[in-house]
């Protein structure tokens, strides 16, 4: 099993970067894929997750109206798109996953940190700053 992310970099307050995960070794679309982040010295964080069973996306309340989850099962890909990027977006992001649904993710609550996703991603720094 293995999760690849690409797509990080450095970018100006109020730009855009398509982050993508891809899956290999085990059947991507029985699985939801989560977006994590973790800022130095803070704690790792959930930032957005799509659901294997019915597509649906949840986003943390402070990326909602900015970040895109959306993905390409024959592609074994998911995409986190994130708009207006803003230096508090600053962190190394990671993607992870869990059978079917978004464990941790419930719209109107603050999102867990992933404790319950098996396998993850090396990361991808993503750096917001003029």
């Known amino acids: 099993v293995q999760l690849v992310e690409s797509g990080g970099g450095l970018v100006q307050p109020g730009g855009s970067l398509r982050l993508s995960c891809t899956g290999s070794?085990?059947?991507?679309?029985?699985?939801?894929i989560g977006w994590f982040r973790q800022a130095p010295g803070k704690a790792r964080e959930g930032v957005s997750c799509?659901?294997?069973?019915?597509?649906?996306?949840y986003h943390r309340d402070s990326v909602k109206d900015r970040f895109a989850i959306s993905r390409a099962d024959a592609k074994n890909t998911v995409y986190l798109q994130m708009n207006s990027l803003k230096p508090e977006d600053t962190a190394v992001y990671y993607c992870a996953r869990y059978p079917r649904y978004c464990k941790g993710f419930t719209r109107g609550v603050l999102p867990g940190a992933g404790e319950d996703y098996d396998y993850w991603g090396q990361g991808t720094q993503v750096t917001v700053s003029s």
């Open positions: 799509v659901s294997a069973v019915d597509g649906h996306s």
């Open positions: 070794g085990f059947t991507f679309d029985d699985y939801a």
